[in-house]
């Protein structure tokens, strides 16, 4: 085996990184025992005590922290001098900010920002620091219904399955990685989140944490299968180096990947494969999907497998999946019919026998 790759996971394994940095202070004003900083603390603690999951009580309190810092620059320190006009004001301040590359927040965002406020207020009102939401009103921004752009055909998602280098373990793993992506469609933080218990090979079963907290069982291939095992005997005792690490797939440190180390790793795959190509594991996903849905899929089957709350967000791919509606449509839409017949007729014109 050639070891590229991994004599360079070799290097980093004796460079391994600090003990981490400490977390930094989000630069909000807590001096007032009422005041929003210091409720938005309890509000985080009282959806901890309710079981929600790390991951959203985090995305919550970072968008908390930008609206806080938002009202603490304008000198709106405590919850009764929010009214709705100012939460619109909020509203307008979210749709005209740009990103460091220049661009609008993408609606998902928004709404995601202004969701964690209405939370806020309605658990005030609740535990009676306020007696009236000025948020319960709010119309949040129309949510998007965008097809997945570019979605991967069976020949390009095999040419990128077949890009890394499996005469290298490193390449071994990202393939693995990669099979098991479009075999089950999770998502890259799911694939993150996998931890060794997660995989049963006997039942061929993947158990996924999903988001929201929401576990699910979902099928893998036998070809992903294979491509597991052989990274499970070949590669992972090579790059496990801390006994009690049980992330599925390592790093190079021996640690388990980051869901944006892991996007990026999946990207520059895709790239390889077709120069030029913008995405990463969602491109994975999609095509997963929209393949399973054009070989006779029922839709809700594929919702099951992603992982969606809602049957509509599972029927986007419907729309995607033109190449079953071309076949339906040409063999039942009568001007489909009547172009074959022409075409027959033209046939017999010039000479040749028609079929009966």
């Known amino acids: 085996m050639k070891t590229h790759g ?41 959806l901890a005590v309710k079981h929600q999951s790390p991951r959203t009580i985090e995305t919550r309190r970072r968008a908390l922290v930008l609206f806080v810092k938002w009202c603490q620059e304008r000198e709106l320190m405590r919850p009764q001098q929010i009214t709705r006009p100012i939460l619109e004001s909020y509203q307008r301040h979210l749709w005209h900010h740009r990103t460091k590359s220049d661009r609008p927040l ?39 219904h965008r097809l997945p752009a570019d979605t991967l055909s069976e020949s390009e998602v095999a040419a990128i399955l077949a890009k890394p280098n499996t005469g290298d373990p490193l390449g071994i793993r990202d393939r693995a990685m990669l099979e098991l992506l479009y075999s089950t469609g999770i998502r890259r933080a799911e694939l993150a989140r996998l931890q060794l218990r997660d995989l049963h090979r006997e039942r061929r079963t993947l158990h996924v944490s999903g988001k929201g907290g929401k576990d699910r069982i979902v099928p893998v291939g036998e070809r992903a299968l294979t491509w597991i095992e052989k990274y499970l005997t070949e590669v992972r005792p090579l790059l496990c180096i801390h006994l009690e690490e049980q992330a599925l797939f390592l790093t190079g440190y021996g640690r388990g990947f980051s869901a944006n180390s892991l ?45 969606h709350a809602k049957l509509e967000t599972t029927q986007v791919y419907t729309e995607v999946s033109i190449k079953l509606l071309q076949d339906v449509h040409a063999r039942t839409h009568p001007a489909s019919q009547a172009a074959t017949s022409a075409a027959t007729v033209a046939t017999v014109a010039d000479g040749e026998p028609a079929e009966v």
């Open 106 to 144: 993408a609606v998902g965002t928004q709404i995601g920002r202004l969701a964690a406020v209405r939370g806020l207020f309605k658990w005030l009102c609740r535990e009676a620091w306020l007696d009236a939401d000025p948020a319960a009103h709010l119309e949040m921004p129309k949510e998007e």
């Open 263 to 307: 996007g990026n790793l999946i990207k520059q795959h895709i790239e390889k494969a077709h120069p030029g190509r913008s995405g990463n594991c969602h491109l994975l996903r999609h095509a997963c999907a929209t393949h399973m849905l054009e070989h006779g899929a029922d839709v809700r089957i594929i919702q099951q497998l992603l992982g």
């Open 6 to 46: 991994y004599q360079r996971a070799k290097l980093l394994q004796t460079q391994l990184p600090g003990g981490g940095r400490k977390a930094a202070d989000d630069g909000l004003d807590r001096h007032q025992a009422g005041g929003l900083a210091v409720l938005m603390d309890g509000y985080l603690v009282r």
